[in-house]
């Protein structure tokens, strides 16, 4: 069984910064790229920031310059850093895990964390 949970996020005035954690934990054999999504009400579920086991990164054009994935590879740990944030970045932030386990990739979702940008 795999666990992914998500944690950071909050009320922040626009201009403001947050970060968000997100670990995978659980039993499997390695991560092969760990993402944060995003879905506003009313809209579909959406790729913020990608990080691939390789070192790539990609980002949704709406984050680039703002927004900055990181992670802790010995922690399977993703990191995302929200810089000069805006109201339509207000959404509940998902972490997605790629995880390989016995052969197998699978993706596994965390619950999900609110941030909320007032203007």
């Known amino acids: 069984q795999v666990q992914v949970a998500e944690s950071g996020g909050g009320l922040v005035q626009a201009g403001g910064s947050l970060r968000l954690s997100c670990a995978a934990s659980?039993?499997?054999?390695?991560?092969?790229?760990m993402a944060w999504y995003r879905q506003a009400p009313g809209k579909q579920r959406e790729l913020v920031a990608r990080?691939?086991?390789?070192?790539?990164?990609n980002y949704a054009d709406s984050v680039k310059g703002r927004f900055t994935i990181s992670t802790d590879n010995a922690k399977n740990m993703v990191y995302l850093q929200m810089n000069s944030l805006k109201p339509e970045d207000t959404a509940v932030y998902y972490c997605?895990?790629?995880?390989?386990?016995?052969?197998?990739?699978?993706?596994?979702w965390g619950q999900g964390t609110q941030v909320t940008v007032s203007s």
């Open positions: 997605n895990a790629n995880i390989k386990s016995g052969g197998y990739n699978y993706s596994w």
């Open positions: 990080f691939t086991s390789g070192g790539s990164t």
């Open positions: 659980g039993s499997f054999s390695s991560v092969n790229a």
